[in-house]
């Protein structure tokens, strides 16, 4: 067993799943699948080949070219995501054949190491077992593959991300210790199909990140910021065709505004803009000084360019409205809907700069999807 893999002792398993697959689910999936793949057979053999797996077993199997075709599409229809111009060309890491906690650590890592490819960032999907009538598939717990800890302090405030503190007393109180930093990279907590749950620390390999700097600013360096590479979400499972694939991590790549605009300003996550204010020199004492919207642009700058030095991709949020927009105008002409929601999809600054501002969205919700349940 590798070193940074821990086995842990089991603790409370969900229920087996115990529902068959809704026919009807399936056979839209399939006949969706062949009108946009028509070289891929008689769609009518495969939707007898389906009722008759789900009629004996409660579930079917989808082959690799449905599996592929389902999680790009689960992207097209992701309605929170402006990144989707590049839907097709999402890596889908077939791995169906995994239950056990440990291959799905050892995958995860491998999933990271290809993704970040030295900071060139592939959109790439790894899928994992599926829950079947009494068995479920594989789980991780945590909601991205790369988070911050966030240490409750003896006065109770939080060291690094408020966001990740339940998580983080839950990761420690199976045995996992990290050096109270602002920056500790949480370790992944795995649940296997059967069997106890583990708990993977992920090698320093497999994990880039960048310092934050400022190509003005030569202070900003001395606030000690920094953010991972790879935005690769496991907390949601992938919908395809009645059929549930809990363990999917995903990923794109970063939009600036992301990190600057988000998980570095916001009050209940990092809360950097009153520091970047102080080190401006801004008037902190009135709002009408919009000393927010300052420190705000600047701390923005400031992940765009260190992205940028550091050779890892990344786009603005400017570039990317209009790349959405590009994709909108694709989808309307092959005929299809593209849904999205308006809150989602302006970018958390300067949203009224940006061309998704002006206009309403298709707000209904398309199967395959990625979705949150657990």
Not at 30 to 50: C, W, Y
Not at 171 to 187: M, N, T
Not at 251 to 280: F, H, K, S, T
Not at 349 to 356: D, F, M, N, Q, R
């Amino acid at each position: 067993m590798r070193t940074w893999i821990r086995s842990l002792r089991p603790f409370d398993i969900h229920a087996l799943v115990e529902r068959t697959i809704d026919l009807r689910e399936a056979e839209r999936f399939i006949r969706q699948f062949h009108a946009e793949n028509p070289g891929s057979g008689d769609v009518n053999a495969r939707l007898r080949d389906v009722a008759r797996d789900v009629a004996r077993y409660g579930t079917y199997t989808h082959t690799v070219e449905e599996l592929t075709f389902g999680a790009r599409v689960a992207w097209r229809n992701s309605n929170r995501c402006i990144g989707r111009l590049y839907w097709r060309s999402l890596k889908v890491r077939d791995r169906r054949q995994v239950t056990g906690a440990e291959g799905v650590a050892l995958e995860c890592v491998a999933h990271l190491r290809e993704a970040t490819g030295e900071g060139r960032i592939r959109p790439t999907i790894t899928v994992f077992a599926p829950d079947m009538p009494a068995r479920r598939g594989p789980r991780i717990l945590n909601e991205q593959l790369i988070r911050y800890a966030g240490h409750r302090a003896e006065d109770g405030s939080i060291i690094g991300d408020p966001r990740n503190a339940a998580f983080t007393e839950l990761a420690e109180s199976h045995g996992w210790r990290g050096r109270s930093g602002r920056f500790d990279v949480l370790p992944l907590l795995i649940e296997p199909s059967f069997g106890p749950p583990l708990l993977c620390n992920l090698p320093g390999d497999a994990v880039l990140e960048v310092p934050i700097s400022h190509p003005e600013y030569r202070w900003f360096a001395e606030l000690g910021l920094r953010w991972h590479a790879v935005p690769a979400i496991s907390g949601m499972c992938l919908e395809i065709g009645g059929i549930c694939y809990p363990c999917a991590p995903f990923n794109g790549w970063y939009m600036g505004a992301e990190i600057g605009a988000r998980n570095l300003a916001d009050p209940d996550r990092y809360d950097q803009l009153p520091v970047v204010a102080e080190r401006l020199g801004l008037d902190t004492s009135t709002e009408r000084s919009l000393w927010r919207d300052h420190a705000l642009v600047e701390l923005n700058v400031a992940v765009l360019h260190s992205f940028e030095q550091a050779g890892v991709t990344m786009t603005d949020h400017h570039t990317e409205s209009r790349r959405f927009l590009t994709h909108l105008a694709r989808e309307e002409k092959a005929g299809r809907v593209c849904p999205a929601d308006w809150s989602w999809i302006v970018p958390p600054i300067s949203g009224g700069a940006t061309p998704v501002f002006h206009r309403y969205y298709d707000e209904r919700t398309l199967k395959p999807a990625y979705v949150h349940h657990r």
